[in-house]
Structure formats: structure tokens, C-alpha cells
């Protein structure tokens, strides 16, 4: 249920291990796109994987089809965030919804999966009523239900895929376990079984130390850049202790995507409603949504007055390797510049389709060389590996991303957190 980056690369996955796979959706040009192996996102691998297993699976808009034909079925529908940042279910309710009425006419034991991310508590609070009203069925008796959080990123989901860290399972009834045993047994890495509501917590407190590090990351970087001292530097030397991963501490304008800020904002809202203030996830979302717009600041201390100067934009998806542009840090960077007036003009090698819905107004180029060419100073946001082949000669360069070419050759270069 879902075919969006976690949907369509989990079911795609499973069908590669030999498996037949419906993928259920609401949107009749995605289905109509799977149907005709072409993916309806960006996603490295993803496409030579649907042509390579055309005719094990296809998708379609019909709940009763999919779940009658089948055993196991996922939820990779998204969640959200509503204005207050707590999480918004009326997707995983309306699957909910959709999937208990089939197993109503349903005698086989059918096991429901929640892989959407979903606060503690969500799927014995939420799923299982639902299904149960709808059915008039009892979970974990006549029919299986569980937790199994994803940790793929975008960009590299479909290797993440076959080559887990881990497989995380929240299960309450023995039955259920056994066949997703049976279903992750090609996976050789550590599989942890735990309660549901704890599996639910896990991918949590994941997100959230993934984005504090980025924040912690980041802070220091600002620090660091008033002392004239490289943080990439610091952090080689931060990361060779074995107490702490060097991953994660590449400083810069900080993190966008459909996950770490909506998952942080949500567990907020969550401890808040527990009466806990959670102040460090706090600064988390603090630190990141301030970070984009130092660029903006070293940009005017060498372009004071942006009013009708043109300034180029490299990146626009909030990762390389992904056409997604949820949460980009382009979209504050480009508010801010088009506030004061300046005259944009991006470029991004996937995502350009995408960031137009968002900012028809600003200028695409053809070429990342052309953004160079044509701009009076150019800012990159996103570190894409064509960006390192550039011509930057000539130029004022404000950098996010820590592009080592643009370093090297820029007439005035500055590193937002070096």
C-alpha cells in the first residue's frame, strides 16, 4: 500500500528475492507507470531492477484484488506532518480502513505490516482498531499484525535494501513472527524482534540522533568558521574515537528530506503531549532550519545589495541521487534570495520537474555550466558529483556542500562551515 520511495523499492526488493508483489496505490498515473516498468520516481537502481523482474509484479487501485491474492501486506503510505508538527494518520487510517474490509471476506490468515513511520503507539492504537471494526475480526488471532520500520535512505535505498545494518520486527503473536522469519530469511544481518510499540520507537530515536549530529555538526561548524578553522578537519580527528561513528558529521547548511525533520517535529509534539520538554530535539529543528540561510549571509557580505543581480543556484533536491525536493534547502535559500530581490537561476540534474511546482517564477538552466556562466555569484546546495567537473574560474562561490573543485578555483570562495 503506497508506492512512494519506501513502497516501490521495499516491494521491488521483495520481488527480486523471488516473491510476487502487488503494489496498491490511489494515484492512477503511478499504477499505470509500475505497470509499465517505469518508475514514477528517481531512485539509482530502481529502474534497471523493474525491467529486469517485468511480469512478477503489477500494481493497481483495487484493495480487494491486491489483499485477496495475497498474504502479507505492507503500509508504506505517508505520514505527514500536520502545521503543529505532530504527525498527520489519515493516510495509514484510510489504509487501515481499505485493508479491513477485504479481510472481512477473507478466510486465510492475512498479516499486516506497518512499514509507514508512525509514533509509539500508532498500530495497536490506530491500525488495529480499524482493521478490527472494518473485519470484524480480532488481530493477532485472525489476522497477523506487526511493526517493521525501514532504514533505507534516499539516493541509496535500493542497495540499503539488500544490504540492511539491521531488520527490525515488532510482533506480538507467534504465527505472525514465523512468516516474516520466512520472508527476511535471504538477509544475513542482525534481526531484532521486539514489541510493537518499541520497533515504533526504534526508528525514532534513529532519525533523531541521525539529525542531532547533523545539528551538533553543524553548530560547531559555525564556530569554527568565526576561528578560521576547518571543522572537516576537526571532525577527522572527532571521528577516529571508536566511541563515535564518523558518519553523519559533514557540516553544511544541514538536513532536508521527507524523514529527520518531520520524524523530530513529531516526537516533539509526542513528548510534549506526554508533559516532557525534549530540549535538545528542539535545537535540533532550531540549528537546521537557521543553517540554509547563512548562505545567503556570506553571499551579501561580498554581493551587498542582491536587487536584479543574478545568482545561480546548484541543487535543488534536498540529497544527491533523489529527485525529491521535500524540505530541500533550497526552498528557504531561494525564498530568501527572491525576497531581496535578486534574479534566480538553478539547476539540478533530477529534480528540476519537481522544484518547478514549488518556484515557477525563478530560471532553470539547461546545464550546471550554465548557472555558472550566466550568474553573478553562484551557491551550492546540493553535492552532486557532476558539480566536482565544473568550471568555477572567475567566480564568487558560496558553498553548502563542500565542493573541493570550487574550492580550488573560485575568485572568492566561502565554505559555509570552513
Not at 264 to 269: D, E, F
Not at 286 to 305: A, F, G, I, R, S
Not at 387 to 411: C, H, P, S, T, W
Request: net charge neutral; charged share 30%.
Amino acid at each position: 500500500m503506497g508506492t512512494g520511495y519506501v513502497g516501490l523499492v521495499t516491494g521491488i526488493g521483495l520481488v527480486e528475492l523471488g516473491n510476487r508483489v502487488t503494489f496498491v496505490d490511489i494515484d492512477k498515473s503511478k499504477v499505470n507507470s509500475i505497470n509499465s516498468a517505469e518508475p514514477p520516481i528517481y531512485e539509482k537502481g530502481l529502474n534497471e531492477l523493474m525491467q529486469k523482474n517485468k511480469g512478477r509484479y503489477y500494481a493497481t487501485m483495487d484493495y480487494y484484488e491486491a489483499i485477496m491474492n495475497s498474504e502479507i501486506t505492507f503500509i508504506c503510505v505517508g505520514t505527514p506532518s500536520k502545521e503543529d508538527g505532530s504527525i498527520d494518520l489519515r493516510y495509514i487510517e484510510s489504509a487501515s480502513k481499505g485493508i479491513g474490509e477485504v479481510l472481512a471476506n477473507k478466510d486465510d490468515f492475512h498479516v499486516v505490516v506497518v512499514k509507514s513511520t508512525v509514533i509509539p503507539g500508532t498500530t495497536e492504537e490506530v491500525v488495529k482498531p480499524v482493521i478490527e471494526k472494518e473485519s470484524g475480526k480480532k488481530a493477532f488471532e485472525d489476522f497477523g499484525l506487526a511493526m517493521n520500520p525501514e532504514f533505507l535512505r534516499e539516493g541509496n535505498a535500493v542497495e540499503d535494501f539488500f544490504n540492511p545494518d539491521r531488520i527490525v520486527i515488532g510482533v506480538k503473536d507467534s504465527r505472525t513472527k514465523s512468516i516474516l522469519e520466512e520472508l527476511y530469511k535471504p538477509f544475513s544481518c542482525p534481526k531484532l524482534f521486539t514489541d510493537i510499540k518499541t520497533a515504533e520507537m526504534i526508528k525514532y530515536a534513529s532519525n533523531a540522533f541521525l539529525a542531532t549530529k547533523i545539528s551538533f555538526a553543524n553548530e560547531i561548524g559555525n564556530i569554527c568558521k568565526k576561528l578560521g578553522i576547518d571543522v572537516y578537519e576537526v571532525f577527522k580527528g572527532v571521528g577516529l574515537d571508536h566511541r563515535i561513528n564518523p558518519a553523519f558529521f559533514r557540516a553544511g547548511i544541514g538536513f532536508g528530506g521527507s524523514c529527520f525533520s518531520k520524524d523530530v517535529k513529531a516526537l516533539i509534539r509526542k513528548a510534549e503531549e506526554l508533559s516532557e520538554d525534549p530540549k535538545i530535539l528542539k535545537a535540533v529543528i532550531e540549528v537546521n532550519e537557521k543553517q540554509p540561510l547563512k548562505l545567503v549571509e556570506l553571499l551579501k557580505k561580498h554581493v551587498p545589495n542582491l536587487a536584479n543581480r543574478k545568482i545561480g543556484v546548484l541543487g535543488l533536491a534536498f540529497k544527491p541521487d533523489t529527485d525529491d525536493v521535500r524540505e530541500s534547502r533550497a526552498i528557504p535559500i531561494i525564498e530568501a534570495l527572491l525576497r531581496e530581490g535578486a534574479k534566480v537561476i538553478a539547476y539540478d540534474p533530477k529534480a528540476m520537474n519537481n522544484f518547478a511546482k514549488i518556484f515557477p517564477q525563478i530560471e532553470y538552466a539547461k546545464s550546471a555550466q550554465e548557472v555558472i556562466d550566466k550568474s553573478d555569484a553562484v551557491l551550492i546546495v546540493t553535492e552532486w558529483k557532476e558539480f566536482e567537473e565544473l568550471n568555477y574560474k572567475g567566480k564568487i562561490v558560496i558553498d553548502g556542500r563542500r565542493i573541493e573543485k570550487a574550492m580550488k578555483e573560485a575568485k572568492i570562495y566561502e565554505g559555509v562551515c570552513w
